[in-house]
């Protein structure tokens, strides 16, 4: 290749990427407005799904508290759950007003408000933990009611009896 070659494959090369350059800026304004109108669309499902998600999340903290408050004062979270930006968490526990207890490596403690828009990444993931965890917790207190009726059940029965005895022989002392 001679150096004249070389030179006019070069210009050559520039004019295509020029070309190309020039081709990619060139939007009509008509598309540009349509782009405008379906980000304001956009923007307004974005507010309504925001106010849907408020509510949701309001409902959801209200039924965790009606949950927790008879099964426990708190459920762990498995800090595998968390997003790696909150930093080392040695210990998480959600509690029935929807509040996130980190306890980090480095022994400092934080409280994050879960019910918060800013918290909403953490909440879900944090919810994705727990929610597996209300099954073992209910079976727990299922299995707390069913021991201690059955150990009330033997000792009425046998309470009963010993009444109905002393009831009988009272009875008859006193004809």
Do not use: C, Y
């Not at 070069?10 to 990427?17: F, K, T, V």
């Not at 209910?138 to 009831?167: G, P, Y």
């Not at 022989?169 to 004809?175: H, P, R, Y």
């Amino acid at each position: 290749m001679t150096q004249e070659t070389v030179t006019k494959l070069g210009a050559e090369l520039s004019m295509r990427d020029e070309n190309k350059r020039v081709e990619k800026k060139q939007v009509t304004a008509q598309e540009l407005i349509e782009s405008l109108k379906s980000t304001a669309d956009d923007i307004g499902q974005i507010s309504e799904l925001s106010s849907e998600e408020k509510l949701l999340v309001a409902q959801l903290f209200t039924s965790l508290l009606k949950l927790m408050r008879p099964l426990a004062p708190s459920i762990n979270v498995s800090t595998s759950a968390l997003p790696s930006e909150i930093g080392v968490v040695a210990q998480a526990h959600v509690d029935p007003t929807g509040h996130l207890a980190l306890t980090f490596e480095d022994g400092h403690l934080e409280l994050k408000n879960l019910g918060e828009e800013k918290n909403r990444d953490l909440m879900m993931s944090v919810v994705g933990d727990v929610v597996p965890k209300f099954k073992n917790l209910t079976s727990a207190q299922k299995r707390k009611v069913e021991n201690r009726i059955k150990f009330l059940t033997s000792i009425t029965k046998e309470m009963q009896k010993s009444s109905d005895a002393l009831s009988a022989i009272l009875s008859t002392a006193e004809q």
